[in-house]
């Protein structure tokens, strides 16, 4: 099988088409970060949120419904010196705690320690404004590289087992070849994984697919440092004056329901939507409010509901199971983590279904006769008008180069436009990324910069498709609540609202 120093990738060996290769170039150019100019930069040369700050540039001290305010940042490192280079991630929003208003906020990087931050001004009253440090551009570059030479950072097993002989053994994408391997690339879409073959056991008694765990001291001499909680991860950047501006309706113009329209003056800074007193309000269209059963079951009405993807989207299954009591679960016999679960409304015709994805599924075990690729389950679905398909699949791929995860989508994608070409009215809706709370483990595995890296490729994928987006990552990031990988109930049930407002365009609010 090759020598211990070698490795078998699966990833690395898949055949690519021109235009493929073509579309996986400028995939990868838009994921392009700047950075430091070079490598080994102490970490007091850093940045340092407490050093650095933000101020207000534009002159005016009132401002009106549909402004863009335009906020600089400018970083300096542990030792108070300004930064010469960019590349840091910032996240940015502004919000209104008494109104239980919140919006994102777009950030240009100079790649000069400056950065600029643009807001579309979307309510009245008193707006403050929140930058926040992730990462420093140092932390980034190691995140790059353990995206990169360590695939293995998350590893999985898989149980092997005929009559009393059972063994365990090692998964991946990637296995070194210290020993023969087990292929369970799937045959049809032709995803790749890999378990040592069990040195008594053939490779077909595999029972369970689990993750294994993570594999500890991958950081490399003083990296360490650039991972500090309450020092460089998701710190607040205080600003050098005023924090807020006073937004006021303009003259003749009644106050917003609580805004109208989102000016087209301000589209090229405009977030997807914003909070206004805890609700959703999208740019794109006017959401429903679904607040009690009635108006779900009476949307619900007569429809199967297919959810795919990772407990992210596994939350939408529980909000409406709980919420609905018409809708019955039935008892599988699933792991409450893993599924695949179905409730049925039969009185009012309503199924409603979830499945994990395949590997690298990150779950507790998974019986492997469960594993599915959404690929090859969409195959299955007829589709039609009572035919709706949520898909959000992302957190298990931040360990693994993006190639994986280009690979994963475009086989989606092949399969949802098969789906629209024989049932053009399914509705099929996409859930992108949403943050999550970090500390220096987490930041190795699961960091923001990774969930937004393959956020940017989802959402390029799949534009242009007639497909719905639920923009998970501005809903996570506009709301005041802290950021948690499974966000609070309120944000989950404005993403339904949205979900609903696609199924049911016409309901009454």
């Not at 389950?377 to 898909?391: D, F, H, P, S």
């Not at 996409?430 to 987490?442: C, F, G, M, R, S």
Request: proline share 7%; hydrophobic share 40%.
């Amino acid at each position: 099988m090759g020598s211990a120093n070698q490795t078998h990738c699966g990833y690395l060996a898949s055949d690519l088409t021109p235009e493929e290769i073509s579309e996986e170039v400028y995939l990868q150019e838009s994921l392009v970060w700047p950075g430091p100019p070079h490598k080994g930069i102490p970490f007091q040369q850093s940045s340092d949120p407490k050093h650095s700050f933000f101020v207000i540039i534009n002159s005016k001290t009132v401002f009106q419904i549909g402004d863009i305010l335009e906020v600089l940042v400018h970083m300096h490192d542990f030792l108070g010196h300004p930064k010469q280079h960019g590349g840091d991630f910032l996240l940015a929003r502004i919000h209104s705690p008494e109104l239980k208003a919140g919006a994102a906020g777009k950030v240009v990087d100079h790649q000069n320690g400056f950065y600029s931050v643009y807001f579309s001004l979307l309510w009245p009253g008193e707006v403050h404004i929140s930058i926040i440090l992730v990462h420093p551009s140092e932390a980034v570059q190691v995140l790059k590289r353990l995206r990169e030479e360590r695939p293995d950072r998350v590893y999985f097993k898989s149980l092997f087992r005929s009559g009393y002989l059972s063994e365990t053994t090692v998964c991946n994408l990637c296995l070194p070849l210290h020993q023969p391997l087990c292929n369970y690339s799937d045959p049809h879409t032709g995803e790749p994984w890999f378990c040592y073959k069990p040195k008594l056991l053939s490779c077909d008694t595999r029972i369970d697919h689990a993750k294994g765990g993570y594999q500890k001291h991958i950081l490399v001499g003083k990296e360490i440092l650039f991972f500090q909680s309450d020092v460089n991860i998701k710190i607040p950047i205080s600003p050098s004056g005023a924090g807020y501006v006073v937004v006021k309706v303009p003259v003749k113009q009644d106050l917003p329901e609580p805004v109208k329209s989102i000016h087209a003056e301000t589209a090229k800074y405009s977030p997807s939507g914003f909070y206004f007193q805890d609700m959703w309000m999208s740019a794109a269209q006017i959401l429903k409010r679904f607040n009690d059963t009635s108006s779900i079951t009476k949307c619900l009405k007569g429809k199967v509901i297919y959810l795919f993807g990772d407990s992210t989207v596994r939350q939408w299954f529980e909000y409406l199971n709980a919420f609905v009591p018409d809708l019955k679960e039935f008892n599988l016999g699933n792991p409450r983590q893993v599924g695949p679960f179905l409730a049925v409304d039969s009185e009012h015709n309503i199924m409603l279904k979830y499945r994990c994805h395949g590997p690298p599924i990150r779950f507790s075990t998974v019986a492997a006769s469960e594993l599915r690729y959404i690929a090859n389950e969409l195959e299955g679905i007829k589709g039609g008008k009572n035919t709706v398909v949520a898909i959000t699949i992302w957190s298990h791929f931040s360990t693994f180069p993006v190639e994986v995860y280009i690979r994963r989508l475009r086989n989606i994608r092949r399969a949802v436009l098969r789906l629209l070409d024989r049932s053009p009215d399914t509705l099929i809706v996409i859930k992108t990324a949403n943050l999550q709370a970090l500390d220096p483990e987490v930041s190795l595995y699961n960091s923001d910069w990774f969930s937004l890296q393959l956020d940017i490729l989802l959402r390029r994928m799949f534009q242009g498709l007639d497909v719905v987006l639920v923009d998970a990552w501005e809903m996570t990031l506009a709301h005041s609540l802290p950021h948690a990988l499974h966000p609070p109930l309120i944000i989950v049930k404005n993403q339904i609202d949205m979900f609903l407002s696609h199924i049911c365009p016409d309901s009454p609010n």
